[in-house]
């Protein structure tokens, strides 16, 4: 019956795109699968031929940064800037980029702009980085695709940096902006938080939510992965925890926070001194009176967001943050003002005109600083909560001591680590763009691979040594389970781990549990390559690294074989071995899987069905930071269950009699009607897949595996591969995605 009302159900809205409730409204431990979509091809207005890499380079480096210079001296009306100079708010925008990082998922950092989106765009911490961005946007426009916004707002706090007499270590270009929100990183657990305000009595109580034990105590501590103190700061509370203005409990948030973004002491102080020789912090007006942040602001307000309804809004009357003032009296000049004055003063708490607790010196006497506009004005100097921090604790204190006497040596540290902040989630030197990218060793958290200055192996090579490695009693199994074990510590987030530079066979990874089964078979492969190098004539070599991957690539050949199809696994050689000096131990001990079902390895901390934390939940975040879509994710087990890749000799999942043979039995039983499956445990984390008719059972299996047939969408894709036509295709798909992840690293060879 024709009723000719509107689509959309007439006078009630509801039915356009995503109206809630939402799926994750009715189901909100549902898996989120779709998650392995975003930020997609389809969501890229660039188009996936587009190569950034070609474009960068095209650029004249030094003519762009001298307009981005030119630009950061010269004030517009609608958002005049400090003492003439737009640099030190530019460099607080390139910080909180780079700030978000964080080294348990290697998620956040600089690397993709993502503080043009949610929440990050709206984070209180995020107040008028707004206006920092659109103040670029005429470079951002001129220079089009070819300059990304993450390297801009990089570049552009490097620009600042330099005018005002700071010589930075260097820039790399290389960045890849995203192009939607990021829905996929975990923010913390409050739900409630008042988007306006982070110390609002709301986020104070929620505050808890992430914080074990009591500041002080010897077991306080941070959830992971989290690396912020707070939802919606980039790292801690400058009025100290609760805004209490406690120095010392701010200085024990200040180092787990900064710990968690991958920096030491020394470094903490370099970053948070050094920043603060620059500008000042803005607080002429009570936060209440601010107006929603951009992703809640009205529409007129095009993005923009924390309206200012006082005097003019901005200049003498922004209100940033809330607290207010200078901490040094030459603000646009790098020099060692900040620790200067911050010993050579007694500093006593205050209140800003918006509020806020701040520290004043005690000394009528001591210098005073220029009002960033009013002609003739000085203002007393400012410390923060977090600047007192560094005077009061014992380990900070002795690092503000050595650069208080060694500017130069200040100079140097904070110099470097600028340069690590901003470029810590790029992963291998390889995606260093431009003129200015810095290529020693030396910089460890850059998990730097040597240069090759031997010959790569050819295509004969290639050959003759696939049949030394098959040669071994290594079996089709354990090559390509080793084979997957190096390759599968690559994460995308920050592109940190894989397969070269040959770790496996190094610590901390050579002492996992879930890389014993490697052992043998890198002894093996350590054997056929010393014999290949000896061999060589010419300054040819092969590496450890390459010998682990193309292990896995015949023996998948030979599965493959098995199972009725000839396929030749793809291998592209070129990757070299690293030493044990230039790998950082600790920093690799995060890359230690916490979940991984391909495997069958579960942490014995979360074998357990806590919410969000489900072993299935883990796996998919595994599968997220292998960027994999989830027809991959399907192929990609159900091929290493066929190969038997469970770590620790356990026959779950393994719903196959001929192990080692590329067969797509994962599916078909999976699908199959003829089990019943029942759990084995009262809390349902393993299952027995008994046969309907006799009863008996046939296959065990963990919620890793059985999630690919309870999902409705996994099991959509499994279904496809357990098709009478679906042998062949799943073949294709596993030996696709199998190259896939064994060149997820390798930024040497893909563009
Ligand atoms: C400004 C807090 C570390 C660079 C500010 C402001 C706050 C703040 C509240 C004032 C914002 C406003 O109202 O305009 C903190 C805290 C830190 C920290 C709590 C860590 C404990 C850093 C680091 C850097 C940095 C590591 C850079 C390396 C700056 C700069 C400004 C600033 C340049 C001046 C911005 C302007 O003049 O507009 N900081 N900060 N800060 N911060 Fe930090």
Redesign the pocket.
């Known amino acids: 019956e024709m009723t000719g009302k509107c689509p959309f159900g007439g006078d009630r809205i509801g039915g356009a795109v995503g109206t809630p409730p939402a799926l994750s409204d009715w189901y909100p431990n549902r898996l989120k699968v779709e998650q392995l979509h975003q930020n997609g091809p389809s969501a890229n207005p660039l188009g996936e031929d587009f190569n950034y890499a070609e474009a960068f380079n095209a650029l004249d480096l030094e003519a762009l940064k001298q307009e981005i210079k030119t630009f950061l001296t010269t004030s517009v009306a609608w958002w005049p800037s400090?003492y003439n100079n737009y640099?030190?708010?530019m460099?607080?925008m390139?910080?909180h980029s780079a700030?978000t990082y964080r080294i348990a998922d290697g998620r956040g950092g600089a690397g993709e702009a993502l503080q043009r989106f949610a929440p990050i765009d709206s984070w209180w911490?995020n107040?008028?980085t707004d206006k920092s961005r659109r103040l670029i946007w005429p470079i951002k426009q001129k220079y089009g695709s070819s300059l990304s916004w993450a390297d801009l707002i990089v570049l552009t706090g490097n620009c600042a940096l330099e005018i005002m007499g700071f010589p930075t270590y260097g820039f790399a270009g290389g960045r890849h902006d995203a192009w939607e929100v990021d829905n996929s990183t975990y923010w913390g657990p409050e739900v409630v938080h008042d988007l306006q305000k982070a110390d609002s009595p709301d986020s104070m109580v929620n505050r808890d939510k992430r914080w074990r034990g009591q500041n002080g105590d010897a077991d306080y501590d941070l959830e992971n992965p989290l690396a912020a103190s707070h939802q919606a700061l980039?790292?801690?509370?400058?009025e100290g925890p609760y805004a209490n203005g406690d120095p010392m409990g701010?200085a024990r948030d200040?180092r787990v926070?900064?710990t968690r973004m991958a920096m030491n002491n020394e470094e903490t102080v370099a970053?948070?001194a050094?920043?603060?020789?620059?500008?000042?912090?803005?607080?002429m007006v009570p936060a209440a009176e601010i107006g929603m942040p951009p992703e809640i602001a009205p529409m007129e307000a095009m993005g923009f967001g924390w309206h200012n309804p006082r005097g003019k809004g901005n200049a003498e009357d922004?209100?940033?943050?809330?607290?207010?003032g200078?901490w040094t009296p030459n603000?646009t000049q790098w020099d060692n003002d900040y620790l200067t004055n911050l010993f050579k003063f007694e500093w006593e708490q205050t209140k800003s005109p918006a509020g806020a607790l701040q520290w004043t010196p005690t000394d009528p006497n001591a210098p005073k600083t220029p009002d960033a506009h009013i002609e003739g004005q000085m203002n007393a100097l400012m410390m923060?909560t977090?600047?007192i921090?560094l005077k009061v604790d014992p380990e900070y204190r002795k690092v503000c001591e050595k650069f208080l006497g060694d500017f130069d040596a200040f100079t140097q540290a904070?110099s470097k680590?600028?340069y690590k902040?901003t470029h810590r989630d790029m992963g291998p030197r390889e995606r260093y763009l431009g003129p200015e990218k810095v290529n020693e060793n030396d910089l460890l958290w850059q998990d730097p691979i040597p240069l090759a200055d031997y010959k790569m192996i050819d295509a004969a090579d290639i050959t003759a040594l696939k049949e030394s490695i098959m040669a071994t009693d290594m079996s089709v199994s354990d090559l390509v389970y080793t084979a997957f074990s190096a390759a599968v510590t690559h994460r995308s987030s920050d592109k940190r781990g894989g397969a070269n530079g040959g770790r496996l066979a190094l610590a901390p990874q050579k002492d996992w549990a879930i890389n014993r089964r490697t052992v043998p078979v890198v002894a093996a492969l350590r054997s056929v390559m010393d014999k290949f190098n000896d061999e060589q004539k010419a300054d040819k070599k092969v590496s450890l690294a390459d010998l682990i991957v193309l292990g896995g690539c015949a023996a998948l050949e030979k599965a493959a074989a098995d199972a009725g199809f000839t396929t030749a696994v793809p291998f592209t050689p070129g990757r070299r071995d690293t030493t044990q000096e230039l790998t950082d131990i600790e920093m690799f001990t995060w890359l230690k899987p916490v979940a991984d079902g391909f495997r069958n390895y579960l942490d014995k901390d979360f074998d357990t069905i806590a919410q969000g934390a489900a072993p299935e939940d883990l796996f998919l975040d595994k599968a997220q930071l292998l960027s994999l879509t989830a027809p991959e994710w399907v192929a990609l087990m159900g091929g290493l269950k066929a190969m038997n890749a469970n770590h620790d000799g356990s026959a779950h999942g393994i719903f196959t009699d001929r192990v080692g043979v590329l067969t797509n039995d994962f599916f078909t039983v999976l699908t199959s009607m003829d089990f019943e499956w029942k759990k084995t445990d009262a809390k349902g984390m393993r299952f027995s897949l008994d046969d309907r008719t006799t009863g008996k059972q046939r296959f065990t299996a963990t919620r890793s595996d059985l999630i690919f047939g309870s999902n409705s969408q996994l099991r959509a894709v499994a279904e496809v591969y357990a098709g009478s036509d679906g042998h062949k295709r799943f073949v294709k798909a596993f030996v696709k995605v199998w190259d896939k992840v064994m060149m997820l690293d390798r930024y040497d060879v893909k563009v």
Request: a negative charge; charged letters at 10%; glycine letters at 16%.
């Open positions: 400090d640099g030190p708010q460099i607080r390139s910080w700030g911490d107040g008028n980039i790292y801690v509370n400058p701010s200040i926070t900064f970053l948070i050094g920043g603060h020789a620059f500008g000042k912090s803005h607080g922004t209100m940033t943050n809330g607290i207010e200078s603000p923060m977090t600047d921090a904070f680590a600028w902040l």
